[in-house]
């Protein structure tokens, strides 16, 4: 019993090596799944191979080969991991806190204040989870949910729920006529957007949530826009109007953001009356049983408390 105890003792830290080995058959391979150096994988190897008493690898060529003692080890000890990692996943969630890591896609807009102000609330009480951040176009951020390469997106606007996909409305925000500091209308208080049917737009580029709802507006005031320039952020769309090259569409710049400076290029954000200028910005996830208990948690915090915690937004 001793004996069986010391060996376990011994073999049981250098598992998730021989595991990995097992998977790859070359030691570089492994060392660089697992970050470390070559030399640790093969003292691991080394050190098991006491315990069990006979070689696990042999060597062909730039790869490896196992041996009919490996080939019984690895399986056994790969189920043990994952029997491992899986009482350890319940025992946290029996904690009612959560950890592992949780991928969000989110437009470019939602970087600067929304996303951070929900992550924030939901690290306060579970601050053992990460985070993988991915941000691009809603459209980008809708093939990320997709594919499964994101657990979550933060878009606008959010698409209808279908039997893959939940979605629902977090917050709307006005959006505002853009135009440039020395542009006919710069001085009024509220304008019909089809007062600058005639002007030239700055639009975001296709796939973009913006681009989109942008459209629509300018056909609900009787008009097709005409795109004199596009980009792929809206600093930029206001940048290309401040230097009087267009009109744009757009939410409101974040305090701090100021539209005009004295001997600087500036705009000016105007009401827009008529038609109605809003957008929804909404969370979207998948619909799959057995998802990461982390992700539901986020989720769930987020449907529950995310308008409160957005109020200063809209």
């Known amino acids: 019993m001793e004996q069986d105890h010391a060996d376990l003792s011994r073999l049981l830290p250098v598992l998730p090596i021989l595991v990995e080995l097992g998977a790859s058959r070359h030691v570089t391979a ?80 939602f970087g600067e204040a929304a996303l951070p102000l929900l992550i924030s609330a939901f690290a306060r009480e579970n601050p053992g989870v990460g985070y993988g951040l991915q941000e691009g176009s809603r459209q980008f951020c809708l093939e990320l949910l997709e594919t499964g390469a994101a657990d979550l997106a933060l878009v606008a606007p959010p698409p209808l729920p279908s039997r893959t996909i939940g979605a629902e409305v977090l917050y709307s925000e006005a959006l505002k006529l853009v135009v ?23 639009m975001l580029e296709p796939g973009y949530g913006m681009r989109s709802i942008v459209e629509k507006l300018c056909r609900g005031a009787g008009f097709r826009p005409r795109v004199d320039f596009q980009g792929q952020d809206l600093h930029t769309i206001r940048g290309l109007v401040s230097a009087g090259l267009g009109v744009a569409v757009a939410p409101a710049a974040h305090p701090g953001h100021h539209d005009s400076q004295p001997g600087a290029l500036g705009w000016r954000e105007l009401d827009i009356t008529w038609p109605p200028a809003r957008r929804d910005i909404g969370l979207v996830w998948r619909n799959r049983p057995g998802g990461p208990a982390q992700v539901a948690r ?12 957005l109020e200063a937004l809209r």
Request: net charge positive; aromatic share 4%; glycine share 10%.
């Open 30 to 109: 492994a060392a660089q799944a697992l970050g470390i150096p070559q030399s640790t994988v093969s003292r691991a190897v080394s050190r098991a191979a006491d315990v069990v008493g006979t070689p696990l690898l042999l060597r062909r060529g730039r790869g490896v080969e196992l041996t009919p003692a490996a080939l019984a080890l690895i399986p056994r000890a790969a189920e043990a991991l994952d029997a491992v990692r899986m009482g350890l996943a319940l025992a946290r969630q029996e904690s009612g806190k959560s950890f592992g890591r949780i991928r969000i896609a989110f437009q470019h807009t």
């Open 180 to 202: 440039p500091e020395a542009h006919r209308l710069a001085g009024s208080g509220g304008i019909r957007l089809d007062a600058v049917r005639d002007d030239g737009f700055v």
């Open 298 to 309: 986020f989720r769930d915090m987020v449907l529950a408390e995310g308008r409160d915690l």
